[in-house]
T-cell receptor, first 112, second 113 residues
Framework: NAGVTQTPKFRVLKTGQSMTLLCAQD?????MYWYRQDPGMGLRLIHY???????AKGEVPDGYNVSRLKKQNFLLGLESAAPSQTSVYFC???????????FGEGSRLTVL | QQPVQSPQAVILREGEDAVINCSSS?????VHWYRQKHGEAPVFLMI?????EQKGHDKISASFNEKKQQSSLYLTASQLSYSGTYFC??????????????FGKGTKLSVIP
């Protein structure tokens, strides 16, 4: 049982480049989330999804887009990366009955 | 708006107790607590729903005061394994659970021998 899997785990981009982070969960959870974590800032919600085909903005959505075409996958895209988007990105899915967030291992993104 | 955690950091000797506080300016539906060790993902500790309940998890327990919009995490007889950063996550009271968690900036707990 893999839980929540994020790919890639590390990526270096140049300013203006684009990329997509993939999150996959095998627990049949409806709700999925993308957070970014910066030193001293805690976890900040970027976008989330309450089910296949739905997405919603979180606290810091600017510069990011998301898609949930399949229930098990939640993609986070950066169309034109900026140095301010250098961060560790965590994907999470919400346990159906427990309310527990299951986190992936994180993806460390550096934008030069 | 992020909940406010205090203290920002605390150092304990093994066996000592600690309290971490979390407060919000908005009415809350639930409060979640997570612990994150360096370089790892956050791990769920417990969730408290509105109703003022208190929960326990081994020697780690928590309370939730709905009226004051505050929660506290209690760590008793601390162990080296308790070291890490503790985050509270709050869910606004918008009828049924909104399932949108907003996390505080974290409290770094260091337990030394």
């Amino acid at each position: 049982n893999a839980g929540v899997t994020q790919t890639p785990k590390f990526r270096v981009l140049k300013t203006g480049q684009s990329m997509t982070l993939l999150c996959a969960q095998d627990m049949n959870h409806e709700y999925m989330y993308w957070y970014r974590q910066d030193p001293g800032m805690g976890l900040r919600l970027i976008h989330y999804s309450v089910g296949e085909g739905t997405t919603a903005k979180g606290e810091v959505p600017d510069g990011y887009n998301v898609s949930r075409l399949k229930k098990q996958n939640f993609l986070l895209g950066l169309e034109s990366a900026a140095p301010s988007q250098t961060s560790v990105y965590f994907c999470a899915s919400l346990g159906t009955y427990t309310g527990e967030l299951f986190f992936g291992e994180g993806s460390r993104l550096t934008v030069l | 708006q992020q909940p406010v955690q205090s203290p920002q950091a605390v150092i304990l000797r093994e066996g000592e107790d600690a309290v971490i506080n979390c407060s919000s300016s908005k009415a809350l539906y639930s409060v979640h607590w997570y612990r994150q060790k360096h370089g790892e993902a956050p791990v769920f500790l417990m969730i408290l729903l509105k109703g003022g309940e208190q929960k326990g998890h081994d020697k780690i327990s928590a309370s939730f005061n709905e009226k004051k919009q505050q929660s506290s995490l209690y760590l008793t007889a601390s162990q080296l394994s308790y070291s890490g950063t503790y985050f509270c996550g709050t869910e606004k009271n918008s009828g049924a659970g909104s399932y949108q968690l907003t996390f505080g900036k974290g409290t770094k707990l260091s337990v030394i021998p």
